[in-house]
């Protein structure tokens, strides 16, 4: 079946540190990557997105991720987080012949100053 | 603000109701999509529709059902509520289904609890 594991379900970390999301999907064909972004009693969020192409994308507000086909993985990393990055991740991704996308459970980030 | 709006934003109803959940998408999108969010499940895709036609369907009950209007917005309606239906629902948009290019545009969700 098609799936996302996120491995980390809560992560804490202190204001400058680096962090990385593991995410793994399970599909064996073309995919497109998401990692969407929900801060408290917010919406979801597009952070960043992989279609093609330069396997290590750029988003929004210093994430990037990495996409290693042979690992069918797509990590989430930020070299430094703040305060503001408190929230919960989710990675997602949709194979080419749908649009539906399968997400994973889910990490709660929390960051303390 | 993704230009996505979801009424109500919190619902309490009692378990064999039936409620409807509306949406709007962005402005020129035509496809809609409905998720589920839960503690149990997290979030699931439920239906999409494009255009006013089911495009395609997921984890969804038979209680539950969904349309599409030529206006574009689109509704849930969730039907015999149990205690296991409480749960987050969003709803997306996208401009049009099928592109290699799409992405979703979120909604703020409406919290649905059934006592």
């Known amino acids: 079946a098609q799936s996302v594991s996120q491995h980390n379900h809560h992560v804490i970390l202190s204001e400058a540190a680096s962090l990385e999301l593991g995410c793994n999907y399970s599909y064996g064909g073309t995919v497109n990557l998401f990692w969407y972004v929900q801060y408290p009693g917010q919406h979801l969020q597009l952070l960043l997105k992989y279609f093609s192409g330069d396997p290590l994308v750029k988003g929004i507000k210093g994430f990037e991720a990495e996409f290693i086909k042979s690992k069918f993985s797509f990590n989430l990393r930020k070299p430094s987080v703040q305060w503001s990055d408190t929230a919960e991740y989710f990675c997602a991704f949709r194979t080419y012949n749908t649009d539906k996308l399968i997400f994973g459970t889910g990490t709660r980030l929390q960051v303390f100053p | 603000d993704s230009g996505v709006t979801q009424t109500p934003k919190h619902l309490i109803t009692a378990t064999g109701q039936r409620v409807t959940l509306r949406c709007s998408p962005r402005s020129g999108d035509l496809s809609v999509y409905w998720y589920q969010q839960s503690l149990d499940q997290g979030l699931q895709f439920l239906i999409q529709y494009y255009n006013g036609e089911e495009r395609a369907k997921g984890n969804i009950l038979e209680r539950f059902s969904a349309q599409q209007f030529p206006d574009l917005h689109s509704e849930l309606n969730l039907s015999s509520l149990e205690l296991g239906d409480s749960a987050l629902y969003f709803c997306?948009?996208?401009?049009?289904?099928?592109?290699?290019?799409?992405?979703?545009?979120f909604g703020p969700g409406t919290r649905l609890t059934v006592l």
């Open positions: 997306a948009s996208s401009p049009s289904p099928g592109s290699s290019y799409n992405e979703q545009f």
